[in-house]
């Protein structure tokens, strides 16, 4: 006979390995039940901080989680890991691949690591996922590591998520200035250069140490290595230090939900304001803003807006924005795409609608 939601809350609030697993098991099969779940587990939400871990293949993102959790373990540190695996083309499941590549030897009681399927996600979290985080949260985790497929710029719910959001870059990337410019990188709170023991690493740590800066929210650089071990407790206080400072997670404060009646035309202001705070160049001096429909029917069928570059303006910049605004849109529960985008008019249309 299986549990009912009330026992299963009560396992999970109190840290119980089966009954957490089982919670997973649900969220990943029915969103609805898993819903119900998290609302009995309201008075237990809220306390671990999240790490998003992104970055280009290649990067070594799992072996990375591997070390640090195994680091934050050694520092009395209670880690759940989430690691979002590609899914099978057969079954739509996980392929498991990262859980091994994390290493379960690095499993005890303090830890907790489970794969989850993309299932053709493009943001790399699908809503069980987030419902998986948000479970290992509510059953009294210190840190919950999310691990994401590695696609890149395409990788944008775990920037919504995380409380400190890491970007992992290999040595010897080849093309580390294009992939600065992603809308993801743009609100990274670290950045780690990995394999640091090998050649090309100190190249990396110098093009980012070059571009960091003109960023009005500069984020440090930690070279790493799984392999010696160097760097790896820095990384792993710096980001403790952000657990104990609040203030230093804007994320968890900024995550607000917008009821079905409040003016999108508002939220984007809002969202045209934290722009302005994040990007390395003044959106409004090479983009024009237009609103296409109005209020009303933007209520209907989501708030259309197209930005224009101005004369003298890069197209480059609407990437940028875009980039962004998919970014901090996920961050006030709404959500951002990009409709039509013409590089060579210098044209491109946003939807921005309330997430589902």
Known sequence: MGLSLDDLAAGVAAG???ALARALSLAERDSASAAGLLSRLGDSLGRAHVIGITGPPGAGKSTLVGVM???????????AVLAVDPSSPVTGGALLGDRFRIGESAADDRSFIRSTATRGSLGGLTSAARQMVALMDAAGFDLVIVETVGTG???IDVAGLADSLVVAFPPGLGDE???IKAGILE????????????????LACQALRTVAPLWRNAPPIHPVSALTGDGIIDLAEAILARVRNPESSPRRDARVTRSADSSLADAFQDLRLELDTRLPFDPAAGLSIQLVNTESAAQASG????YSVR???????LGAVAGALMVLAADMNLSCSVEDLDLSGGRMQLLLEHAA
């Not at 708030?303 to 197209?306: K, P």
């Not at 004369?311 to 910049?317: R, V």
Request: glycine letters at 8%.
């Open 16 to 18: 119980e390995r089966p």
């Open 69 to 79: 959790l195994r680091q934050f373990l050694q520092m009395g540190q209670r880690v």
């Open 153 to 155: 710029q395409s990788e």
């Open 177 to 179: 200035l294009q992939a």
């Open 187 to 202: 609100l990274a709170d670290l950045l780690v250069v990995t394999k640091s023991d090998t050649a090309g690493a100190h």
């Open 303 to 306: 708030l259309q807006v197209l």
């Open 311 to 317: 004369p003298g303006g890069d197209s480059f910049q």
